[in-house]
C-alpha cells in the first residue's frame, strides 16, 4: 500500500527555517512523479487548511498564509516534494500534511494523505 511519508518538522524559534520534505513509499513510487503534490496545514483548534500545491510539470499555487516566505518545490526523479519555510513565525505552528491526487487541483479530499509532521516555533 502506497503511502506519503513527511519528514523535517521539528522545534524552531521565530525567524528560522526549515525544510519540509515528502515522497510515497510502496511499489507505485514512479506513479506519482505524475501527480500533483502539495501542503496543508492544520493549527490547533482549527480546520486543516490548504497550502501549496506542485504539478508534475512544475506550475504552483499558494495559499495566501504562505505566500511569500514559502516556497515548494519537487524532484520529479524522486517523486519527492518539498516546502521551503523561511522567517517562520509563531503562527505557522501547525501540523503539516503531504497530499498527493491525480487531479492538477488538490482538493479538500486528495487520493493521499501523509501522517503529519509537527512544526512548532516559539516565540
Known amino acids: 500500500q502506497v503511502q506519503l511519508v513527511e519528514s523535517g518538522g521539528g522545534l524552531v524559534q521565530a525567524g528560522d527555517s526549515l525544510k519540509l520534505s515528502c515522497a510515497p513509499s510502496g511499489r507505485t513510487f514512479g506513479a506519482f512523479t505524475r501527480y500533483t503534490m502539495g501542503w496543508f496545514r492544520q493549527a490547533p483548534g482549527k480546520e486543516r487548511e490548504f497550502g501549496a500545491q506542485?504539478?508534475?510539470?512544475?506550475?504552483?499555487i499558494y495559499a495566501d498564509s504562505m505566500k511569500g516566505r514559502f516556497t515548494i518545490s519537487r524532484d520529479i526523479g524522486k517523486a519527492t516534494v518539498y516546502l521551503h519555510m523561511n522567517s517562520l513565525k509563531p503562527e505557522d505552528t501547525a501540523v503539516y500534511y503531504c497530499?498527493?491526487?491525480?487531479?492538477?487541483?488538490?482538493?479538500?479530499?486528495?487520493?493521499?494523505w501523509g501522517q503529519g509532521t509537527q512544526v512548532t516555533v516559539s516565540a
Open positions: 497530499a498527493a491526487d491525480s487531479s492538477t487541483i488538490l482538493s479538500a479530499s486528495p487520493n493521499y
Open positions: 506542485i504539478t508534475w510539470n512544475g506550475n504552483t
